[in-house]
């Protein structure tokens, strides 16, 4: 068995907590300040200059290879000022001691300008961009606090993000409203210039809490009401497979759809590059405005705190039996009908944040998304048999588009 201490870790820091100038509907992260509202010293929801400095040298101190990569969320990461930004590149240069410091950096778009761009562009930063699709697909749920919608804002932060050569990517949303306008949705990024997309398929649970949070974890009852806004089984299929069968036929080596280099990374024994889609989980966490380090992102209750970084080391958390254990779990928890699965090589039963259904024989810890992935992977096993045996050896991937072609003459 491999030591815990052979994985490199990776922390996703959000320096304003919660804080966003949007109010997304489906967004999991905004109640978080639920959780730090009623702790003195932390109402303003901003990291201090201490907690930054003693992220960045515990984070780049406890790496176990050359490349450093910091990621900075949100919230909204530019509701924080350039300042900080240059404050954190000034501690990297610091502490880096020979190691390669790469930064990325995942904002709603809105907030960009001519001075962030020129900023991102001079340091070399990979921005991702939060947008669902064509206007009326993402302004359906992402919205500012006053209702206003922010398709506009966000086209034009992604005007700036080229006019200025800013290195940058798309994440969309995967919902129950533009689940059903796959091709729509595909064909926008295309026109848009966007070369490397990521989805996420939303799926949560309601239920309230007596500090205001009304999101449930997975240490709570799973039989909560599903927020309306999740995508719906046989939705993300579809979704998936559609836009899939446009990209195989099309753009493959052009376009990098995430979902689909992953499943092709399982397909030829790779990591992928995707966490829900690994064997075990528990290597990437994330740290609060306050250095509060928790198990996940998605896992942000008080129950998977690991520590504060003010007086517990990365390492210490990070490598704990407890948050070893958590990334166990992953694996230790499937229920039988997922071990039996053909699928299992590329599944690994998905997200534990969706294992809230129970499997045929009555067993807990079934994906609600199961019937999804399934569809999904059977569907492209025929296409990733072929590129895996292009990879096998050492030919494009890409040469499926013309073998799809030259099956569909027959």
């Known amino acids: 068995m491999l030591s815990p201490f052979s994985h490199p870790l990776y922390v996703m820091s959000k320096p304003v907590g919660s804080l966003c100038n949007l109010q997304c509907k489906y967004c999991y992260y905004l109640e978080k300040g639920h959780l ?39 919230g909204e990461p530019l509701m924080r000022p350039i300042s900080f930004y240059k404050k954190a590149l000034a501690l990297q240069k610091q502490y880096a001691e020979g190691r390669i410091i790469e930064n990325s950096l995942q904002t709603n778009g809105t907030l960009l300008t001519d001075e962030w761009c020129r900023f991102f562009r001079d340091n070399g930063w990979l921005i991702g961009i939060s947008i669902d699709g064509p206007q009326d697909l993402h302004d359906e749920y992402r919205r500012a606090r006053g209702g206003q ?20 990517n ?11 306008y796959p091709l729509d949705v595909y064909h926008f990024y295309k026109e848009i210039g966007c070369q490397y997309i990521q989805f996420t398929p939303i799926v949560e649970r309601l239920l309230p809490h007596a500090d205001g949070r009304h999101l449930a974890s997975m240490s709570e009852p799973l039989d909560g009401e599903l927020a309306d806004f999740s995508v719906r089984p046989g939705q993300f299929a579809h979704f998936a497979c559609t836009m899939f069968d446009e ?28 966490c829900s889609m690994g064997a075990t989980c528990g290597h990437a966490a994330v740290i609060e405005h306050n ?44 229920p039988g009908q997922c071990l039996q699965c053909p699928w299992l090589f590329a599944c690994n039963g998905g997200c534990p944040k969706d294992r ?11 994906n609600y998304l199961c019937e999804d992935y399934r569809q999904f992977f059977s569907h492209v096993a025929p296409y990733m048999d072929f590129m895996k045996e292009e990879l096998d050896h ?15 003459r027959k």
């Open 247 to 274: 990209w195989v036929r099309k753009d493959v080596g052009r376009i990098f759809v995430q979902l689909f280099d992953s499943t092709l990374a399982c397909w030829a024994g790779q990591p992928p590059g995707v």
């Open 394 to 408: 050492q030919r494009p991937p890409a040469n499926v588009m013309q073998w799809v072609e030259d099956n569909e």
């Open 149 to 168: 919608p922010s398709f506009h804002k966000v086209m034009k932060g992604i005007e700036l993000l080229q006019r200025y050569g800013v290195e940058w």
């Open 291 to 334: 250095g509060d380090v928790y198990s996940c992102d998605h896992f942000v209750f008080p129950e998977y705190l690991l520590g504060n970084i003010n007086s517990d080391t990365i390492t210490s958390m990070l490598y704990s039996p407890r948050q070893h254990a958590f990334g166990q779990s992953k694996r230790d928890a499937l």
């Open 170 to 180: 798309a994440m969309g949303v995967v919902n129950d409203f533009n689940a059903d």
């Open 36 to 74: 730090y509202a009623h702790q003195e010293g932390h109402c303003n929801f901003l990291m201090s200059d201490a907690t930054l400095e003693h992220f960045i040298q515990q984070y780049i101190q406890s790496q176990i290879q050359p490349q450093v990569l910091f990621t900075w969320h949100g």
């Open 356 to 366: 809230f259904r129970s499997a045929a024989d009555g067993t807990p810890g079934l």
